[in-house]
């Protein structure tokens, strides 16, 4: 039987507490305003200290959903409540708390957090430069533009001209939201990046067993199979061209949504065939001797190397 979509009753609908909330920092494309500096401070780079500000790069694009009482399609919102009256308790008389032991708290404020040590929550502090190529993908977190402040256009421009004659990354630390990290500064073009890393801590080891297999099959490798499979990384090789990806499952959802709102009727699938399982690769040559054929790509069949 097919579904109507339904109005919610005419009244504010609670704030969405969603990752993708936006801001009025969070402009989009073609917005001429200008968005506000998540961190302000200084650089760094030996006896230099640069006047910077930290900007988000990343914009999150997921998709929001608001939940809802089924019953008659009004928003399900949540308050703060004491736990011990049940009472609701003003934004205003929110406190932060650090629990040392069961039931006993150790308050602190803004001001307490920012005063425990006021050099690292206004610096980015240079410690060394390395290599790019020899951060592992997996410390790499999240980017920001890291733009000069004012009286710091010069210095900056000096840093940026030395980390890209010498292909270097610098590895410094900064305070962000009330969590030290540890971070690569990076040129990118005729900007600054500021890239968050993982610390070594925070990474799991790799579990020898899950790659042991894998590392076993590299000497039953033939030199037909490598060449082949080099082969077919080269015709598929071009430029990097980001805007040529989309979140193609965000499209169709969005697309999905859209008809529904129109129609009011649930979409159904646009097929009732079920996805086709992986096989086996029985022969590999000729699963990449095919592929090769027909250009490779997202089009190629998917099979399981077993």
């Given at each position: ?5 339904k109005?919610a ?9 969603t990752?993708?909330d936006?801001?009025s ?14 961190w302000?401070g200084?650089?760094?780079f030996?006896?230099?200290q640069?006047?910077?500000?930290v ?23 949540y ?15 929110i ?12 308050l ?23 290599d ?14 890291l733009?000069?402040?004012k ?6 421009a000096?840093?940026?001209?030395a980390?890209t004659?010498?292909k ?5 630390t ?12 990076l ?22 067993e ?5 590392k076993g ?14 082969a077919l ?6 430029d ?7 979140d193609s ?58």
């Amino acid at each position: 039987m097919a579904t109507k979509t339904k109005k919610a009753p005419a009244h504010r609908a609670p704030k969405k507490t969603t990752s993708d909330d936006k801001t009025s920092d969070d402009k989009e494309p073609g917005e001429s305003s200008p968005r506000r500096a998540l961190w302000s401070g200084s650089l760094g780079f030996g006896l230099l200290q640069i006047p910077v500000s930290v900007y988000p790069l990343e914009k999150s694009r997921e998709l929001s959903f608001h939940q809802l009482d089924g019953r008659d399609m009004s928003p399900v919102g949540y308050k703060r409540y004491n736990k011990t009256t049940g009472a609701e308790v003003p934004y205003d008389e929110i406190v932060r708390g650090y629990e040392i032991s069961k039931g006993e708290f150790v308050l602190v404020s803004d001001e307490e957090l920012k005063a425990a040590n006021v050099e690292a929550t206004q610096s980015i502090d240079i410690m060394d430069f390395v290599d790019p190529a020899q951060i592992p993908v997996a410390y790499f977190e999240t980017p920001y533009l890291l733009a000069p402040a004012k009286r710091g256009e010069k210095a900056y421009a000096v840093l940026l001209e030395a980390l890209t004659a010498r292909k270097r990354a610098a590895i410094a630390t900064v305070v962000l939201r009330q969590r030290q990290h540890l971070a690569a500064v990076l040129a990118e073009g005729d900007s600054l990046v500021l890239e968050i890393l993982r610390f070594a801590h925070e990474l799991r080891p790799v579990d020898a067993e899950s790659v042991g297999p894998a590392k076993g099959a590299v000497s039953k490798i033939s030199d037909r199979e490598r060449e082949m499979a080099e082969a077919l990384v080269d015709d598929m090789t071009t430029d990097w061209d980001p805007a040529k990806y989309r979140d193609s499952y965000r499209d169709d959802v969005v697309a999905m949504i859209e008809r529904k709102a129109k129609t009011g009727e649930a979409i159904a699938p646009t097929t009732n065939e079920p996805a086709k399982p992986m096989a086996p690769v029985e022969d590999l040559t000729a699963l990449l001797r095919r592929s090769l054929k027909r250009g490779g790509g997202a089009s190629a069949p998917t099979r399981k190397a077993g």
